[in-house]
């Protein structure tokens, strides 16, 4: 009986080992569910861009503390938010990046979320180490460069995702067409 248990639960063990193998080798060689950078959502959760797999991710960088770029950008990320669809909501996740890692904790995401109106299920804020957060701006072609301990220089980009972590479409500036990428 002993036997016939361990072998049931090692049979399982594998298929669900390959199961996540095939999973990852099925996507796009070009997906960002490839990295393997590790994040920290606004409610303290670990995850992985993997984890966001399945949804339409319109992805923006920023960083709390901002004064000048970053809240028009938030501004554009409600703007595009407020023109979907309602049937197609639940099928889009919005995903804010910080580039500010030591000051942009989980804590902090969720205050900013909740002060923000930001704070459904929708809404995602992520933040992680200086290294991983290079990688990923690096992927985006985002720029980033702190300029004071307070500050920093950055690229405004707005990043849009299909379900399976391939880039569909990049808008940059102050001035996004939300209505075209909605």
Excluded at 4 to 33: A, H, R
Excluded at 35 to 55: A, H, I, M, P, V
């Amino acid at each position: 009986m002993k036997f016939l248990t361990y072998f049931l639960l090692s049979t399982l063990l594998l298929v669900s080992c390959n199961t996540k193998e095939k999973e990852m080798s099925q996507l796009p060689d070009d997906s960002i569910f490839h990295l393997t950078t590790e994040w920290k959502n606004q409610n303290n959760e670990s995850l992985k861009l993997k984890d966001l797999k399945g949804k339409t991710l319109v992805l923006v960088m920023i960083y709390t503390s901002c004064k000048t770029a970053c809240p028009i950008l938030v501004g554009k990320m409600k703007q595009i938010e407020s023109k979907i669809d309602s049937k197609d909501a639940g099928d889009i996740d919005f995903v804010l990046v910080s580039i500010d890692p030591e000051v942009d904790t989980p804590e902090r995401l969720k205050k900013f979320a909740k002060d923000n109106a930001m704070d459904g299920p929708q809404w995602m804020f992520l933040t992680s180490n200086e290294d991983e957060t290079q990688v990923f701006a690096n992927v985006l072609a985002v720029k980033y460069k702190k300029i004071s301990p307070i500050d920093f220089s950055h690229s405004n980009i707005i990043t849009i995702f299909n379900p399976n972590g391939e880039l569909v479409t990049q808008e940059e500036g102050l001035e996004i067409d939300v209505d075209k990428i909605a």
